[in-house]
């Protein structure tokens, strides 16, 4: 586990680098872990999308308002379970995790509900990947979607997010993150006991 947010600015300047479209520091830090340098995007089409869930969750949000938005979770059914839903904290240097997919909590094989953004269970790099995607999705109020590939892993082959920043009723800003860990049949990892069997 990393430290604090706040004791760590490196996430703010590379949320800085996302909303200027720079790269090289963040593919330097990615690089030194060993890891390729994660995509990033704003405002993608859905052709851009690797997954069903993201293809979805595109789609959704280009007809369906941010602004007064209450996540839904029988619209949202073809991505549920891969959707989290987080608040920034007070000093909006981090974020809190107010619902964690079932998918991405099987994956990960921990459950961040209720809990903070640097809690995460990951390298110092792809948190403050993380920190400064959601930092700057927010910031700019525009929907950013990334693809990470990590290092030395064996199950998981990427990660792939759709940050959406939106206004909950009375103002409130949220993000509703779409986060879908790909195999390595780039299809998504599932958890689903009611899936047929063979079904990724």
């Not at 199950?155 to 879908?180: C, D, K, N, Q, S």
């Not at 689903?192 to 063979?198: C, I, K, N, S, V």
């Amino acid at each position: 586990m990393c430290g604090e947010a706040t004791d760590r600015p490196r996430f703010l300047a590379w949320r800085d680098d996302l909303l200027a479209d720079r790269a090289a520091g963040i593919a330097a830090a990615f690089g030194a872990g060993g890891a390729a340098p994660p995509n990033s995007r704003w405002r993608p089409a859905g052709s851009a999308a690797l997954t069903e869930p993201v293809r979805f969750l595109i789609a959704h949000f280009e007809v369906v308002p941010t602004d007064g938005y209450v996540p839904d979770p029988v619209a949202l059914r073809p991505a549920l379970g891969f959707v989290n839903i987080l608040e920034p904290t007070a000093d909006g240097r981090d974020f809190r995790y107010r619902i964690f997919g079932s998918q991405v909590a099987a994956t990960s094989q921990d459950d961040l509900t209720g809990r903070l953004v640097f809690e995460l269970p990951a390298s110092d790099y792809v948190v403050d990947f993380a920190l400064a995607s959601y930092a700057a999705a927010l910031s700019r109020a525009e929907i950013l979607h990334t693809v990470r590939r990590p290092a030395g892993t064996r199950a998981v082959h990427g990660w792939e997010r759709l940050v959406v920043p939106f206004a909950a009723p009375g103002g409130a800003r949220r993000l509703l993150v779409g986060i879908v860990p790909i195999g390595d049949n780039e299809l998504p990892l599932r958890d689903d006991p009611f899936a047929p069997a063979g079904t990724p």
